[in-house]
């Protein structure tokens, strides 16, 4: 009987409803102005820069003739939205146009970066849900006050260190000091996670570990918030009441704080993925950061634009899926 | 007679005592009560202060370079916390480079705090198409990561101190935007803007004398918090060569120059950061406590 009791109450089935379908499709249709209106952002860099847009590869000398040749023969003669309709037209058939440091193709070097950015970010924020959350749970359950005290301390030393400096740290001690790990670099292996060897691990736990800070911190405080908030509530003193036991509780505690945690989560992978270049140029990871940093070191803008749309892009369906996950798993949202 | 007087002298006493300072007033003193706070506050102030007396207080010129004496260890005589790969004091770099760095930090959030917070504010009073127009673009720069838009503006625009401003404050505006936006909304329905607005009040008097003095308080606090983030931000930007120019003391410019010499001298690579962190910490907590002092109004 009292087995039968725990729990039923709150549980709801999750059902993918036609509501559902409508919302899913409504956030889409909202999405697109916005990747639209960052394709343009992107593309007004090239007019933002200071100098020529074909700066770059017109020769010194270039008689005026030369000059207004080269500007048709990329279209910079044309009036600003054809040139920029052309440009999508481009970019949507996933042409980014050639970098000028290295000739080749933008998409063929922007793939392989974004492979090898993922890599760290996934690693990094498996890292710090793992440490945030258990860090959160036992500061908001604690009725000790050293431990909230002390996680909260954590947290936002987490929040406010400067990851790139905290990089810095990381290589003194652990590959100028202990000579135990690698300093920069990827191992052999790359992307290839199956071909992993002790070596590419031991490349990745510095860049890693660096990156996981800023989200432990963040996720380890509002955990910590989030625990805290809904064992005040009225529902938690009802289960106490009628004899529940602790784990049971805990659960209770737990799925209601759940949902707004998974917003976090998700924006903090999301924010993995564009704040890794500091990281990267600390370890010289050749990631994307690595990429845009090396793109305006040379003022390779067709790079430059094209690591910063995919990026971007990446961001804002990373943040798209989080709403409708959170909408799927909690009901509330979707009433609203 | 006596006693009706009582009573009435009584309720103006009751008045005044609930009625000590205003907003502000209790937010600052609840922050004051706060010792971390007060700590953070002080170590702040120490910052600022070392960094605009800087020519006054520093033991050495900051530009003065010599090869005899570069990547000096800390605690050398005459040289507290050694000197960097040119042979300049650390200790007077790192005062001078206070002012680029705490002003890097502010500055961009002050611009932004005005700039974002005039966008929010015009479009949650007005709503409907002004709020949309201005709400889309805010948002087109919202989807961008934070650090990437940044490290790309300033990377289109070229290196420099000016550039670097001008792309945080493209960072902040957004976010702080947003939050003027949802604020506003819910004051524009609130009674005493109605009760205004039936007065006949123009809309820029209503915005200015009841909305604003409504919005500020929760605008301020978010900013607040934001001003962490963009010393690490700016200093980053510093440190892939996006700001500050050499010879410029800055800390970020620091950390990018020493960064050579890690192996060598790791402890002076690794100083200019500790400045970052503190003054970045106390900010963080310093707004925090605003942030909960804000909500015991609540």
């Known amino acids: 009987m009292r087995k039968r009791e725990a729990g039923r109450g709150t549980r709801h089935k999750f059902r993918w409803d036609n509501r559902m379908h409508f919302y899913v499709l409504r956030r889409l249709l909202y999405t697109l ?81 974004v492979a090898n950015t993922a890599l760290l970010a996934v690693t990094a924020i498996g890292l710090s849900f793992t440490f945030g959350i258990t860090l959160g749970l036992l500061a908001g359950f604690s009725n000790r006050r050293v431990t909230d005290r002390s996680v909260t301390a954590f947290a936002v030393v987490g929040i406010s260190v400067p990851h790139y400096w905290l990089g810095m740290v990381m290589v003194v001690i652990f590959a100028v000091l202990l000579h135990s790990l690698p300093a920069t670099g990827m191992g052999p292996a790359g992307t290839n996670i199956l071909a992993f060897t002790g070596e590419d691990i031991s490349h990745l736990i510095l860049p890693a570990l660096t990156l996981a800070t800023i989200p432990t911190g963040v996720l380890a405080r509002s955990v910590r918030a989030m625990v805290a908030e809904v064992r005040r509530q009225e529902f938690v003193q009802t289960l106490k009441g009628k004899g529940l036991r602790r784990g049971r509780i805990f659960l209770h505690i737990v799925k209601n704080a759940a949902p707004p945690i998974m917003a976090i989560m998700g924006l903090q992978f999301a924010q993995l993925l564009g704040g890794s270049i500091l990281v990267e140029t600390v370890f010289a990871w050749p990631g994307t950061g690595f990429l845009l940093n090396a793109a305006i070191a040379t003022r390779d803008l067709p790079l430059l634009q094209g690591t910063v749309i995919v990026l971007a892009i990446f961001f804002v369906l990373t943040n798209l899926f989080v709403d409708v996950l959170q909408t799927a798993v909690d009901p509330r949202v979707r009433r609203a | 007679m006596s006693a009706a007087a009582e009573r009435i002298s009584l309720a103006p006493a009751a008045v005044k005592r609930r009625r000590t300072g205003g907003f502000w007033h209790r937010a600052a003193r609840h922050v004051m009560r706060d010792k971390v706070a007060l700590v953070c506050a002080i170590v702040l102030l ?70 974002g917070g005039a966008l929010g504010v015009t479009a949650g009073y007005f709503g409907r198409h002004i709020n949309m127009a201005i709400m889309r673009v805010v948002n087109v720069f919202y989807a961008f990561p934070s650090v990437l838009l940044a490290v790309a503006m300033a990377g289109v625009l070229g290196s420099g101190i000016v550039n670097s401003l001008i792309s945080l404050t493209l960072v902040f505006i957004p976010p702080i935007a947003r939050v003027a936006e949802s604020v506003t909304t819910q004051v524009r329905n609130q009674d005493y803007v109605e009760a205004a607005r039936a007065t006949g009040a123009s809309a820029g008097r209503i915005i200015v004398q009841h909305v604003l003095a409504n919005v500020m308080g929760p605008i301020v606090t978010y900013a607040s918090s934001l001003v962490s983030i963009a010393i690490i931000i700016s200093s980053g930007l510093s440190f892939l060569g996006l700001g500050a120019a050499p010879p410029l003391a800055d800390w970020g410019l620091m950390l990018n120059t020493l960064r050579q010499a890690i192996y060598v001298a790791p402890v002076n690579a690794v100083l200019p950061g500790v400045m970052i962190f503190a003054a970045s910490v106390s900010f963080n907590l310093l707004s925090d406590s605003l942030r909960s002092a804000m909500d015991v109004r609540a």
Not at chain 1, 57 to 75: C, T, W
Not at chain 1, 91 to 107: A, H, N, Y
Not at chain 2, 59 to 76: E, F, G, I, Q, V
């Open chain 1, 33 to 113: 102005p916005i990747i639209l209106g960052v394709t343009i952002v992107c593309f007004s860099f090239i007019h933002l820069a200071p100098g020529d847009p074909i700066g770059a590869v017109l020769p010194e000398n270039a008689s005026a003739q030369v000059v207004a040749e080269i500007k048709a023969a990329y279209g910079f003669d044309r009036p600003l939205p054809v040139q920029y309709l052309k440009w999508l037209g481009r970019v949507l058939g996933g042409d980014f146009g050639t970098s000028i440091m290295t000739r080749r193709t933008v998409i063929s070097e922007v793939a392989p970066a």
């Open chain 2, 46 to 115: 120490a910052i600022a202060l070392s960094a605009i007396f800087a020519p006054w207080i520093a033991p050495a010129d900051p530009y003065k370079t010599s090869m005899l004496r570069c990547l000096l260890p800390p605690l050398s005589p005459k040289y507290l916390l050694g000197t960097d790969e040119l042979g300049r004091d650390m200790l007077t770099r790192l005062l001078y480079g206070g002012r680029v760095s705490l002003s890097m930090g502010i500055a961009p959030v002050i611009l932004a705090t005005i700039v």
